[in-house]
């Protein structure tokens, strides 16, 4: 098969065939994007002008119309549809003929959907190598912040830690906590979180605590000495087509299960661990509170009745529905009622289970799941050449995110002093800004709240960064006037895939007021 974009022509085994304007488009882009799947709304998104969106039916007869007609030219059954997906070639009838033709002249002046590096842009290999040459580099640095932290806790044994000392600690842990997660070492970050806490409540810490904090600096150490994977999985670019089963497959998943049913929850951990995921049990909606509150689990199997009949699943449900990024939830109950189908779907549940039902039908329902969540992180809509400005303090940190972001076609401007925002902001004049929150004399809360109050930079899509997750924090982050959160450690796929829909979302609205002016 080829196609000739500069004159909308289509052949098969050389020979042409006729496809409506709609039907060629959509067969350019899957050819275009060979292993990506398109959903109804991104195919809207790349095809249709915004005065003149179809309905879903007409995105189908669409399909179904192109499909008929490769069907009749030979081409067979080639358009597959990925049930809660959407749509995307299948791998077996591509072959390695397909394709597109452009001239010269076509390539310079065509929009490129193109999810390839460019050629400037670091390969995966590339981007890994660049990735163990800031690990060494850094290395130092960071052992450096946690001699400050083995400092105070020698001091805090011998009752000579003073403020200053903790704090300064505190802000190193803080710092190791967002930074090496970066770097793929996630049991760092994880280390680095449980001494920050230890160092915050230092005062009311008994023996066993303060033996605790010890152990944990020195399995902290024991991170920062060992080196750094050579698959790091946070380095994502965009010619790296990956299966969303192939990853919800190669992964163990944290799964919660909050039931009160102990024997019925104990056999649903089991099959999980069948399924390659790591289970933990709560059987009552307080325990699941303080498990979600240590670590953030993947998914959750919610019960909505439980024998402590002061609450039911509905209240953890809503407190759930406000997480950023989105936590899923599947509900798991014996009810059966419309009005709770309709009152989940409103909360934002992924799924909905009637008990009795065998524990492979869960675990099934939960990789689906899973799947679809991964999906639409690791699939933005299409790589681009935006202008983003990062302001961060941390200048390790900087330099990993540019090493991120790059491969997807950004281009990227850094900044480590706030003091130089202003006029950094207006030479750069950036598609998307990226704040820390935490920075000295100047917040990142600051620089959001001055650039909301200037008509020029008004609209300018603006994400937060920040290692706190907590509920306060992120209200003061939309209170100031931000579009989104990224917790830290950032993760490089959920990090695109917001900075994309941010961007997209700037390119709609500018529509919008162009169609009203």
């Known amino acids: 098969?080829?196609?000739?974009?500069?004159?909308?022509?289509?052949?098969?085994?050389?020979?042409?065939?006729?496809?409506?304007?709609?039907?060629?488009?959509?067969?350019?882009?899957?050819?275009?994007?060979?292993?990506?799947?398109?959903?109804?709304?991104?195919?809207?998104?790349?095809?249709?002008?915004?005065?003149?969106?179809?309905?879903?039916?007409?995105?189908?007869?669409?399909?179904?119309?192109?499909?008929?007609?490769?069907?009749?030219?030979?081409?067979?059954?080639?358009?597959?549809?990925?049930?809660?997906?959407?749509?995307?070639?299948?791998?077996?009838?591509?072959?390695?003929?397909?394709?597109?033709?452009?001239?010269?002249?076509?390539?310079e002046s065509k929009e490129s959907y193109s999810e390839q590096p460019t050629s400037n842009q670091p390969t995966h290999k590339e981007a890994l190598s660049e990735i163990s040459e800031f690990w060494e580099q850094y290395r130092a640095q960071y052992c450096e912040r946690l001699c400050v932290i083995e400092q105070a806790i020698s001091a805090l044994h011998t009752k000579n830690l003073i403020e200053d000392l903790r704090q300064q600690a505190q802000r190193e842990a803080h710092t190791l906590k967002g930074s090496l997660g970066l770097f793929g070492l996630e049991r760092g970050s994880e280390l680095s979180h449980e001494i920050e806490q230890l160092l915050k409540a230092v005062d009311n810490l008994n023996q066993e605590q303060k033996a605790h904090l010890a152990e944990l600096t020195l399995s902290l150490r024991q991170v920062l000495e060992q080196p750094l994977s050579k698959t790091n999985s946070l380095?994502?670019?965009?010619?790296?087509?990956?299966?969303?089963?192939?990853?919800?497959?190669?992964?163990?998943?944290?799964?919660?299960?909050?039931?009160?049913?102990?024997?019925?929850?104990?056999?649903?951990?089991?099959?999980?661990?069948?399924?390659?995921?790591?289970?933990?049990?709560?059987?009552?909606?307080?325990?699941?509170?303080?498990?979600?509150?240590?670590?953030?689990?993947?998914?959750?199997?919610?019960?909505?009745?439980?024998?402590?009949?002061?609450?039911?699943?509905?209240g953890l449900l809503t407190e759930l529905a406000t997480y950023q990024p989105q936590l899923p939830v599947i509900v798991f109950t014996a009810q059966e009622s419309f009005a709770e189908r309709i009152k989940v779907a409103r909360l934002g549940g992924k799924g909905f289970l009637h008990k009795p039902i065998a524990p492979?039908?869960?675990?099934?329902?939960?990789?689906?799941?899973?799947?679809?969540?991964?999906?639409?992180?690791?699939?933005?809509?299409?790589?681009?050449?935006?202008?983003?400005?990062?302001?961060?303090?941390?200048?390790?940190?900087?330099?990993?995110?540019?090493?991120?972001?790059?491969?997807?076609?950004?281009?990227?401007?850094?900044?480590?002093?706030?003091?130089?925002?202003?006029?950094?902001?207006?030479?750069?004049?950036?598609?998307?800004?990226?704040?820390?929150?935490?920075?000295?004399?100047?917040?990142?809360?600051d620089l959001c709240q001055v650039i909301r109050n200037d008509l020029r930079w008004g609209d300018l899509p603006i994400l937060m960064l920040s290692a706190h997750t907590d509920d306060e924090t992120i209200q003061r982050v939309f209170i100031a006037g931000a579009d989104d959160y990224v917790s830290k450690p950032v993760r490089a796929a959920e990090l695109v895939a917001r900075v994309i829909r941010r961007l997209e979302h700037a390119k709609v609205l500018k529509k919008l007021r162009g169609l009203e002016d």
């Open 1 to 107: 098969m080829q196609l000739d974009p500069s004159a909308c022509k289509v052949r098969y085994n050389g020979q042409p065939f006729h496809l409506s304007s709609k039907e060629y488009s959509l067969l350019e882009l899957f050819l275009r994007h060979q292993e990506r799947i398109f959903s109804q709304g991104t195919l809207i998104e790349q095809l249709w002008a915004l005065e003149d969106i179809p309905t879903e039916n007409a995105i189908r007869a669409h399909i179904k119309g192109l499909r008929k007609k490769l069907k009749e030219v030979g081409v067979g059954d080639c358009i597959e549809t990925v049930y809660g997906l959407g749509y995307r070639l299948k791998e077996a009838q591509i072959g390695k003929g397909a394709g597109y033709q452009e001239n010269e002249k076509e390539t």
């Open 235 to 314: 380095v994502e670019v965009p010619n790296q087509h990956r299966c969303s089963q192939e990853a919800v497959l190669s992964r163990q998943w944290r799964l919660l299960i909050v039931d009160d049913d102990a024997v019925l929850a104990q056999q649903l951990a089991k099959t999980a661990s069948d399924w390659n995921m790591e289970a933990e049990l709560a059987t009552n909606l307080a325990q699941a509170r303080s498990l979600i509150a240590q670590k953030l689990p993947d998914i959750v199997l919610l019960d909505l009745t439980f024998s402590d009949l002061t609450e039911d699943g509905f």
């Open 360 to 445: 492979t039908k869960v675990m099934e329902m939960i990789r689906t799941t899973l799947m679809q969540a991964t999906a639409q992180i690791l699939q933005p809509a299409y790589a681009t050449d935006a202008q983003l400005l990062i302001v961060d303090d941390d200048a390790q940190l900087l330099n990993i995110l540019r090493v991120l972001l790059q491969p997807w076609g950004f281009q990227v401007a850094l900044l480590n002093d706030p003091q130089q925002f202003w006029s950094t902001l207006e030479e750069v004049k950036p598609d998307l800004l990226m704040l820390d929150i935490e920075m000295p004399e100047i917040s990142g809360l």
